[in-house]
Every structure is written in structure tokens, then in C-alpha cells.
């Protein structure tokens, strides 16, 4: 049984650039939550997406943004880097009524940006 | 507010040994859900235990157990038998009944550091 896998596993981009990062929930989750972890930090939720929708969003600009698609895989997209973007993103996948089950996360994609 | 309250920036515990490490959570939900998550330096999250604010009993999975004390709204994790894999940084986290949207998005603490001694 896989579990939430994440692509790529580093990335290094230069201010200004656009950025995709990819999630594929564990076999048999159909909600996929993003979270931005900064040095140091505990994860900061990003948004949710459940049914191909954003269901909630934490406190991030627009420029965050995000997909998921009918096999309920999931892409966060990032616009105009800034420095402060450097952190490592993790999504976690959740099933069960409302995705109300428990979240599993991927191993990060660490994302760096000169 | 913040949510989630983790004081312990860095505890060390010899092996074998018991270790608690604390947490404090801030909220006015009734229905809500705790977590404790441990990341080894790889930066996975993986899952360790879980109490619900509605569950009469601490929560326990093999050596680690969580004392859940309500009316203090603390969510302490104890680690039975220290072992040297045990270090890592340990998370916890909050879930509350976001009604209306069905999310069920997390807030963390901001983390302890673990470290076992041989």
C-alpha cells in the first residue's frame, strides 16, 4: 500500500519564477491538505482540496494556489517567488466523512529560492 | 492565540528511560482532535497518536501514550522505553470542527527536539 508520495523531493528556483509541486494521496484518501514548513517551524496549512474543490484555506496570498484532480492527486501551484517561499511543503492525505480521518503526510518537497 | 503551545524546544532523556513532552491548546470548539506527529530529520511527518476531545480514556499506541487532561487543556505525549531511533522532533497538533466547510485542516505547535542519550 503506497503512501502519499510528493515530486519533486528539492527544488531550487530564483525570485520571481512560478513553481509546481505535486502530491498523490495514499490509496484510498480522497482529501489532500498542503502545509508550508519554514526552518525551524511547525507546518502552516496552506489550503484543502476535497472533490476537485478548495474547501479551506489558511493564510496565504494568491499567489499560492492550487488543484486536484479526479484521481484525487493534487498540485500546489506557487507565482512570483520570494525569498520567504524557501521551506519545505508537505501535503497530507485524509478520507473518511468530510475528511475527517486522520492525515498522513509525504516525505516534503523542499523548496529553495535563491 | 496561538492554538498549539509546545515550551520544550529541546528535551534529552537516556535510553530506556520515560519522556514527556508537553503541550498546551487553546480553543472554544467542543469537538476537536489532538495529534502527535514525530519527523526524523528526513522531514516526513509520520503519525503517532491520536485522542479525540470526546474520549473518555488517554489514548496509547505501543510506547507512546498521551495524557489528556482536559480541564487544563493539556495534551501531554509520554515516550515509554527511550529508544536512540526516538530522536527526532516531536509535533503536536490540533484539529477542530471547522463547521460549515467540513475541512479539517491542522495547527501545530511549534515543536521539541529529542534527543536520546546511549
Known amino acids: 500500500d503506497a503512501g502519499v508520495t510528493q515530486s519533486p523531493t528539492h527544488l531550487i528556483k530564483t525570485r520571481g519564477q512560478q513553481v509546481t509541486l505535486r502530491c498523490s494521496p495514499k490509496s484510498g484518501h480522497d482529501t489532500v491538505s498542503w502545509y508550508q514548513q519554514a526552518l525551524g517551524q511547525g507546518p502552516q496549512f496552506i489550503f484543502q482540496?476535497?472533490?476537485?474543490?478548495?474547501?479551506q484555506r489558511g493564510n496565504f496570498p494568491d499567489r499560492f494556489s492550487g488543484h486536484q484532480f479526479p484521481n484525487y492527486s493534487s498540485e500546489l501551484n506557487v507565482n512570483a517567488l520570494l525569498l520567504g517561499d524557501s521551506a519545505l511543503y508537505l501535503c497530507a492525505s485524509s478520507s473518511g466523512t468530510g475528511g475527517w480521518g486522520y492525515q498522513y503526510f509525504g516525505p516534503g518537497t523542499r523548496l529553495t529560492v535563491t | 492565540a496561538q492554538k498549539i503551545t509546545q515550551t520544550q524546544p529541546g528535551m534529552f532523556v537516556q535510553e530506556k528511560e520515560a519522556v514527556t513532552l508537553d503541550c498546551t491548546y487553546d480553543t472554544s470548539d467542543p469537538s476537536y482532535g489532538l495529534f502527535w506527529y514525530k519527523q526524523p530529520s528526513s522531514g516526513e511527518m509520520i503519525f503517532l497518536i491520536y485522542q479525540g476531545s470526546y474520549d473518555q480514556q488517554n489514548a496509547t499506541e505501543g510506547r507512546y501514550s498521551l495524557n489528556f487532561q482536559k480541564a487544563r487543556k493539556s495534551a501531554n505525549l509520554v515516550i515509554s522505553a527511550s529508544q536512540l531511533g526516538d530522536s527526532a522532533m516531536y509535533f503536536c497538533a490540533m484539529r477542530e470542527a471547522t463547521r460549515g466547510t467540513g475541512a479539517n485542516n491542522l495547527f501545530f505547535g511549534t515543536g521539541t527536539r529529542l534527543t536520546v542519550i546511549p
Open positions: 482540496y476535497y472533490e476537485e474543490e478548495e474547501r
